[in-house]
């Protein structure tokens, strides 16, 4: 007599999601870039109380400017007496709203158009295929400018921007996926209780690519902090007189010439942290939800 075969055992997608979710929290990577972008993310939020100085204001003092590092200023003074140490505390602000924010805009975009273009092909897929492979074929940094040129450089506008040319490329990998997802069994038991392809797209396909969504996310958002002070650093981003990374490297890097390096090596070292940081998150998210 033959033994029955056993019953396959069914994961339910909340048990996958804890799998995942406890599969990070043991990953040294991901617990090391939590600690780089947490200290930043502290630095955004309490930055005013944690500042030893007002990052905006400036010493009268003549001697006070361009002062090397010291146990008074611990990063040393900028050219207008300020202390850098303050103001790279206080320039996590801007960079963590900016980055985010555009980010988190792009995937929202690029997450609706590869459903919408995933799922109903056809014409609607070839002509923004076309459009995507167009925006694509230009540099990010390059698009980012031209669209400052002409709107002005302003916080909102680099978020707009920032968020509008990643919108091509998750959108690319969101419709990858949802052409896998729209053969399966499942979409094609909700075809047949005749449920809209709004409902298919939205509520059943959505939650099954959530993993590259998130993984779209996380890989784009180091991008997104590299090109905020990128634009910073080519005057499209704050304001000249708010504390900024990349802002700040434009103002100071010509110093470096006359031994002054204080003032741009320590931006650079936030700039450089924190995009390690998300790097370190997005490949070990990657890691997880792409196995």
Sequence with gaps: MTAAAPAPVIVSPDETRKKQVRLLFRSPSFLTGLF????????????????????????SDI??????PSA??????DQLGRDVLSRTIAGARSILIIAPAATLLGTVLG??????????????DDVVSRIIDAFLSIPLVITGLIALTALGPSTIGVIV???????????RTVRAAVLAEREL???AAARLRREGGWHIMFVEILPNVMGPVLVEFTVRLGYAIFTTATLSFLGFGVE??????????FQHYALLNAGIWWSVLFPALAIASL??????IADSVAAVFEQ
């Design 36 to 59: 780089l972008v947490g200290i930043w993310v502290v630095c955004a939020i309490f930055g005013s109380w944690l500042a030893p100085y007002d990052p905006a204001g400036s010493a």
């Design 63 to 68: 001697l006070s400017k361009n002062l090397p």
């Design 72 to 77: 008074a200023h611990w990063f040393g003074t």
């Design 111 to 124: 997450t609706a158009l590869g459903l919408i273009t995933g799922y109903f092909r056809g014409l609607v």
């Design 161 to 171: 921007v920032i968020g509008m040319v990643f919108t091509p490329v998750i959108a």
């Design 185 to 187: 069994e499942y979409v």
């Design 240 to 249: 000249p007189s708010t504390p900024d990374w990349g802002l700040a490297i």
């Design 275 to 280: 995009v390690v940081g998300v790097n370190l």
